[in-house]
């Protein structure tokens, strides 16, 4: 599933070429898309006219503010929150692109200048729908911190690992504590850590939480740098790969020689998730 790097990609692609631009029509392929108790038909209407703002990312979502007609200084009316989940991907074109990787329409929005905003998904995992300013707002305060942002310290780490018992894997994912991390991107911050996933969060001591603060910003950005990872499914707008497959320690490299002492990668299941580790170096 994408984490903060590839959502935060897809925002970077798609904001200058989406702002200013007004819907003139909506297309919804699968109606499971739309989520939030709206049908594709109201979906589609309270969309229609709409112009996009600027494109913000919050956690794993994409936001769309929708406003006015007149243009993207007013106020906003709607934000149109995606979740791209495993294999949502977009492009922008004037015609569907042709490409093996983008044939199971999900959304196209036509827009004023030509083009379409496509969004494909062969397994309709991933879906849209619209909220209220005050609604998101609501919704977006029962998430924990952005972990690039300046209120993510070693500090505020300290505070919202202290009191966990649960396995140090376990609460990097818990979007309630720490915004946007998933599975590829703790498995590698623990291993640069030298901090075992199985460890009771509450457990670390002080100069192991500021290795974790410093190992999960520096996997975070050097991630984002590379467009995030593409293992199999994932790929920014109009079908870009990313990169940070390469510079992988640990994930999905179970029996691998481990980068710092050459013993075997290990895998085990957390949560119903696989983490990857060295038992040696993370011990």
């Given at each position: 599933m994408p984490e903060l790097p590839e959502v935060e990609t897809m925002r970077r692609d798609l904001a200058?070429?989406?702002?200013?631009?007004?819907?003139?029509?909506?297309?919804?392929h699968h109606d499971d898309l739309i989520l939030?108790?709206?049908?594709?038909?109201?979906?589609?209407?309270?969309?229609?006219?709409?112009?996009?703002?600027?494109?913000?990312?919050?956690a794993?979502?994409?936001?769309?503010?929708?406003?006015?007609?007149?243009?993207?200084?007013g106020p906003v009316e709607r934000l149109m929150?995606?979740?791209?989940?495993?294999?949502?991907?977009?492009?922008?074109?004037?015609?569907?692109p042709d490409s093996a990787e983008f044939r199971h329409p999900g959304l196209d929005f036509e827009l004023d200048d030509g083009r379409t905003l496509f969004y494909d998904d062969v397994r309709r995992l991933g879906g849209f729908d619209l909220l209220t300013p005050e609604a998101w707002r609501a919704r977006e305060a029962a998430l924990g911190p952005e972990p690039l942002g300046r209120t993510f310290t070693a500090a505020r780490l300290t505070r919202i690992v202290a009191p966990l018992r649960?396995?140090?894997?376990?609460?990097?994912?818990?979007?309630?504590?720490?915004?946007?991390?998933?599975?590829i991107y703790a498995s590698e911050a623990l291993y640069r850590a030298r901090i075992d996933p199985r460890r009771?969060?509450?457990?670390?001591?002080?100069?192991?939480?500021?290795?974790?603060?410093?190992?999960?910003?520096?996997?975070?950005r050097e991630a984002l740098e590379s467009a995030g990872t593409t293992l199999r499914d994932y790929r920014a707008v109009n079908g870009r790969s990313g990169s940070f497959q390469t510079?992988?320690?640990?994930?999905?490299?179970?029996?691998?020689?481990?980068?710092?002492?050459?013993?075997?990668?290990?895998?085990?299941?957390?949560a119903g998730r696989s983490s990857f580790f060295c038992a040696s170096c993370q011990s």
């Open positions: 200058p070429l989406l702002r200013g631009r007004r819907i003139r029509r909506t297309r919804v939030g108790g709206l049908s594709a038909r109201s979906f589609s209407r309270a969309v229609f006219g709409r112009t996009f703002g600027d494109a913000d990312r919050r794993k979502y994409l936001l769309f503010p929708l406003h006015a007609a007149d243009g993207p200084d929150r995606v979740q791209v989940r495993m294999t949502g991907r977009f492009a922008l074109a004037p015609q569907r649960a396995p140090i894997k376990n609460a990097l994912l818990d979007q309630r504590r720490v915004a946007g991390i998933g599975n009771p969060a509450g457990s670390l001591d002080a100069e192991e939480v500021r290795r974790l603060h410093r190992a999960v910003r520096a996997v975070l510079r992988l320690d640990v994930y999905q490299r179970e029996g691998v020689a481990c980068p710092a002492c050459a013993r075997p990668i290990r895998r085990i299941v957390q």
